[in-house]
Nanobody, 125 residues
């Protein structure tokens, strides 16, 4: 089992920044690729960013590329999402998730086995 706890969400003005953190615990967390996904009201959960277990590769949705940065500190069992130049359309509940071992389909929410409870990000215009 892997337990994930997100923090860092909140209310921010458009153009502002937030940094989300995901604290992981459980068995060999560092083996898992990790992702951030989000869900806005009335919409399906969507992929935001992912990072491989080593941190050597990162992946982003087109909508956040150049604005968001995912990183991880395996010695702290923590994954981060730095969000800059936030837009009102970034408003959503953001979830940290651990990807199924061996998968490469990070953009598919169905490829994640463990989820946090989510943290709300609200961007005011």
């Amino acid at each position: 089992q892997v337990q994930l706890v997100e923090s860092g969400g909140g209310l921010v003005q458009a153009g502002g920044s937030l940094r989300l953190s995901c604290a992981a615990s459980g068995r060999t967390v560092s083996r898992y690729a990790m992702g951030w996904l989000r869900q806005a009201p009335g919409k399906e959960r969507e992929f935001v960013a992912a990072i491989t277990w080593s941190g050597s590769s990162t992946y982003y949705a087109d909508s956040v590329k150049g604005r968001f940065t995912i990183s991880r500190a395996n010695y702290k069992n923590t994954v981060y999402l730095q969000m800059n130049s936030l837009k009102p359309e970034d408003t959503a509940v953001y979830y940290c998730a651990a990807a199924r071992l061996g998968t490469d389909y990070y953009s598919n929410p169905g490829e994640y086995d463990y989820w946090g409870q989510g943290t709300q990000v609200t961007v005011a215009s």
